[in-house]
C-alpha cells in the first residue's frame, strides 16, 4: 500500500526559497501512469493545488504560482518535490504532497511557517 | 476566492440526509469529472467520491456523489456523528490545466 511522507523544514524566512521532498514508500513513483501532486492549505482555510508531475517530468502549475514554482522527481530515490521561490507570509500553509488522478493517497503534511 | 463555488457550511441531525452542492463552470465541472474529499480535523484530506459518484473501498454508501452539467452534489444518508468534518469538491479545470477547488462545506452535525 503506497503512503507519502512530506519533509523539511518549518520555517522559512521571507525572501527565501521553499524546499520540500514527498517521499514514496511501498511502491515504485514510477509503476502505473500517476501525476504527482503537491497542494497546501493555509489555517483555516480551503485546500490550494500548486502543481504536479508525472515520472517522465512533465508538469503542470498553477498559474497563480507558477513563477515562483518548480516540482522534481527522482526516480531513482522515489521522491518528488517542491521548490517555492521569493516566499512571504501568503505562504505559509500545511503543504501535502498526494497522488494525483484521484488524488487518492495524501502524506499526512508538513507546516511551512514563513517568518523572520 | 475559490473556482468551485460551495455553501461554508451545512448541519444536520443524527440520521438526516443532507446534500452539499458545488458548482463550477464548462472548463471544469462541465467538462471533467468531479471528487469529493472529506477532512477531519488536523488530518489530511481523504477521497470520498470520484468521478462523480464511485465511492473508493472502504467508503460507507452512506456517501454519494451525482453531477449535472455544471454542477455537482454530495449527499451524505444516515447522518452520523464521526461525518461532522470539511468537505472538498474538486475538479480538472481545462481552460487553467489545473486542478480546482471548492471552498469547502463545514458539515456540523447537530
Known amino acids: 500500500q503506497v503512503q507519502l511522507q512530506e519533509s523539511g523544514p518549518g520555517l522559512v524566512k521571507p525572501s527565501q526559497t521553499l524546499s520540500l521532498t514527498c517521499t514514496v514508500s511501498?511502491?515504485?513513483?514510477?509503476?502505473?501512469?500517476?501525476?504527482w501532486s503537491w497542494l497546501r492549505q493555509p489555517a483555516g482555510k480551503g485546500l490550494e493545488w500548486i502543481g504536479r508531475?508525472?515520472?517522465?517530468?512533465?508538469?503542470n502549475y498553477n498559474p497563480s504560482l507558477k513563477s515562483r514554482v518548480t516540482i522534481s522527481v527522482d526516480t531513482s530515490k522515489n521522491q518528488f518535490s517542491l521548490k517555492m521561490n521569493s516566499v512571504t507570509a501568503a505562504d505559509t500553509a500545511v503543504y501535502y504532497c498526494?497522488?494525483?488522478?484521484?488524488?487518492?493517497?495524501w502524506g499526512k503534511g508538513t507546516t511551512v511557517t514563513v517568518s523572520s | 476566492q475559490s473556482v468551485l463555488t460551495q455553501p461554508p457550511s451545512a448541519s444536520g441531525t443524527p440520521g438526516q440526509r443532507l446534500t452539499i452542492s458545488c458548482s463550477g463552470r464548462?472548463?471544469?465541472?462541465?467538462?471533467?469529472?468531479v471528487n469529493w474529499y472529506q477532512q477531519l480535523p488536523g488530518t489530511a484530506p481523504k477521497l470520498l467520491i470520484y468521478?462523480?459518484?464511485q465511492r473508493p473501498s472502504g467508503v460507507p454508501d452512506r456517501f454519494s456523489g451525482s453531477k449535472s452539467g455544471t454542477s455537482a452534489s454530495l449527499a451524505i444518508s444516515g447522518l452520523q456523528s464521526e461525518d461532522d468534518a470539511d468537505y472538498y469538491c474538486?475538479?480538472?479545470?481545462?481552460?487553467?490545466?489545473?486542478?480546482?477547488f471548492g471552498g469547502g462545506t463545514k458539515l456540523t452535525v447537530l
Open positions: 464548462s472548463s471544469n465541472i462541465g467538462s471533467n469529472t
Open positions: 498526494a497522488r494525483d488522478y484521484k488524488m487518492d493517497v
Open positions: 511501498g511502491g515504485s513513483i514510477s509503476s502505473g501512469h500517476y501525476y
Open positions: 508531475i508525472y515520472t517522465s517530468g512533465s508538469t
Open positions: 474538486a475538479a480538472w479545470d481545462d481552460r487553467l490545466n489545473g486542478w480546482v
Open positions: 468521478r462523480n459518484y
